[in-house]
């Protein structure tokens, strides 16, 4: 057993020097450039000079990236901006906390809109479709972590056809610094990224789990409603996937709705929730979780419940988003203490 998990660290720890190693001087972008993105072709004559995101993750990937000046404006927010941000983020407008108006985003002339989920800008965009923006002359990018593998058109947040991996958030790291002409930060970042990904990976696997579940709570649209639960294929099920965890919920669909009682039933090991400065909904906070969890009286009986298996979890690193990683390591480092097998 100590010398498995010896190997899996040096394996970690071979996978981190390759992945910094392999980070090479990239070439200048190549203007004009045309990229595939979720099914659309999008030419850009230069490097925007101009962003505006509809969606946290393209945010923080573009100040992860040093492009926080070119940033005019945001929205779609469900946490606190990463701490090492706070202070760029507070120089710059918010649009809207949720979804912002086609009107406010036009009105600041980006060069480009990065968008997080398709369903914003998708053929019945929320804020837009990509054809009105392309009407008054603004190209927009989604992220391609919400359109691989995936159909947006079913499903409530869309349904998946084969599992998340880290690989369409990197493309999305990368893809951004292609159009913005900053190669070598993109695949810095990105090696940065892989370094903590295998170390978390590494760090679980060596607890051996096999008979070990989960389930992650993000919200409800009620206290007694069915809960919004991640579906197997979403970015939760890949962390559960990877770190040993079988996911109760058997579903494609990337936040199905399912009742309690179906979920007490199957009787999780582990009981994630998210945690989020968003207040669309009761369940947003994190402390009314946990009170239903503690009260109600089909949740409470579950093992996970009596026995304090629950892990606390930024909400925003749920979704696709370079804070899978940061969730991995959550649940890397909770899951030791819980004296699973």
């Known amino acids: 057993m100590i010398k498995t998990a ?96 086609f009107e406010s985003v036009v009105a600041k002339r980006p060069g480009v809109v990065a968008v997080e989920y398709e369903w914003h800008v998708g053929p019945k965009g929320i804020v837009g479709t990509r054809e009105q923006f392309r009407d008054v002359g603004i190209p927009t990018y989604i992220l391609p972590a919400d359109c691989w593998n995936k159909d947006n058109a079913t499903g409530s947040d869309g349904t998946r056809s084969a599992l998340f991996t880290m690989d369409s958030v990197y493309a999305g790291v990368t893809g951004l610094a292609e159009i913005f002409d900053v190669q070598d930060r993109g695949e810095k970042l990105v090696a940065d990224l892989k ?64 009742s309690w009682e179906t979920i007490a039933r199957a009787n999780p090991s582990v009981i994630v929730i998210a945690k989020m400065e968003r207040r669309r909904f009761p369940a947003d906070d994190y402390q009314k979780k946990l009170e239903f969890l503690k009260t109600d009286p089909v949740a409470s009986q579950m093992d996970a419940v009596k026995n304090n298996r629950i892990v606390i979890m930024d909400a925003h690193a749920m979704d696709p988003s370079i804070r899978n990683v940061m969730a991995l390591e959550t649940l890397a480092n909770a899951l030791p203490a819980f004296g699973l097998k």
């Open 195 to 258: 370094v903590r990904e295998a170390q978390a990976v590494a760090k679980a696997k060596a607890l051996n789990l096999h008979d070990a579940s989960a389930v992650f709570w993000f919200s409800s649209p009620d206290m007694k409603a069915d809960p919004f639960v991640a579906g197997r294929q979403g970015a939760p099920g890949y962390m559960m996937d990877t770190l040993g965890l079988k996911n109760i919920v058997d579903s494609n669909e990337e936040w199905p709705q399912v």
């Open 6 to 101: 010896i190997m899996r660290t040096s394996f970690a720890a071979t996978l981190a020097l390759f992945a910094l190693s392999s980070v090479a001087h990239a070439h200048p972008t190549q203007y004009p450039l045309t990229v595939k993105n979720c099914g659309v072709d999008v030419t850009f004559g230069k490097a925007p000079e101009s962003v505006v995101t509809v969606g946290q993750a393209a945010t923080e990937i573009l100040y992860a990236l040093g492009l926080a000046d070119k940033v005019k404006g945001t929205s779609v927010w469900f946490t606190e901006v990463l701490p090492e941000y706070k202070d760029i983020n507070a120089k710059i407008e918010r649009l809207a906390d949720n979804d912002p108006s």
